[in-house]
């Protein structure tokens, strides 16, 4: 089916034939390249965890460390990596469980690293046996569950209700608009292994704050231009805008939480600016 619209943007050539079954064929080309490198990036992720998990086991149980080196252990990554979010006493732990967990570190490579970190600690939380995580596990893989589905289906115990087996698990990617594939996209811990976080959230509401911008610059009409995203311009006189207008664009950007995720002190220069409405 075309993906192809009537609504073109204006200045473009009307497409040839044959051209929406092509932008079909290259979107999905697109959203499984994205799938190879998430998962690509997740396969180092997780096998650092359980590397480091597995090393705090080794130092725990042979050469007698305590508990309280995850403490300094977090400490001392944090102070090296200040970016990163991942190395918490938290999560430092949760990683020693998941290699205690999962001592096939083939099982690992091969096959969990198709499941985001998130996913994985539900399995570490929910599940007592390795059996019942390996089934939540391929069932997750095969049917592309997000986090939110696969706690669900352990709750209301879905394999004492089917009473299946183990099955092999997929090897192909996640479906390009399933919620694995969003939420593996997505994944924090990717973007924070990645030293990306902060800037990613930026870029986000960045993006966010311009195309409610500019929405609301193209409904003013005449008199207004849009003139394009991430330019360097005068900024327009706000003095020129009516009472309504003004209210709309408030309104348009408190729907969406912009000011809100900002904090007061950030809605406060959306507001400061003192004109005459009347002029």
Known sequence: ?????????????????????????????IHEAQQRAAQAINLELVLLYWEIGNAILIRQNKQGWGAKVVDRLA???????????GF???????????????????????LLHKLPWGHNLVLLDKLETEQQRR????????HNWSRNILVMQIETRLLERSGTVLTNFSTTLPKPQSDLARESLKDP???????????????EIELALVKHVTEFLLELGAGFAFVGQIKRAEVMDL??????????????????????RHGQSKATAYTKP??????
């Open 1 to 29: 089916m075309s993906d192809v619209t009537n609504d073109s943007p204006i200045g473009l050539t009307p497409p040839p034939e044959g051209y929406g079954d092509w932008l079909c064929e290259l979107k999905a080309q």
């Open 75 to 85: 400490h001392d990554l944090h102070t090296s990596f200040p970016d990163m979010q």
């Open 88 to 110: 918490s006493v938290r999560n430092l732990k949760y990683m020693r469980a998941f290699a205690q967990c999962w001592n096939d570190i083939q099982f690992v490579q091969q």
């Open 135 to 142: 089934w939540y596990a391929a069932k997750a893989i095969e």
């Open 189 to 203: 811990y990717r973007f924070d292994f990645l030293g990306l976080t902060s800037e990613a959230q930026e870029r």
């Open 239 to 260: 003095c020129r805008l009516t009472e309504g207008q003004v209210k709309r664009l408030l309104q348009r950007m408190l729907a969406t939480n912009l000011i809100a």
């Open 274 to 279: 003192e004109m005459s409405l009347g002029q």
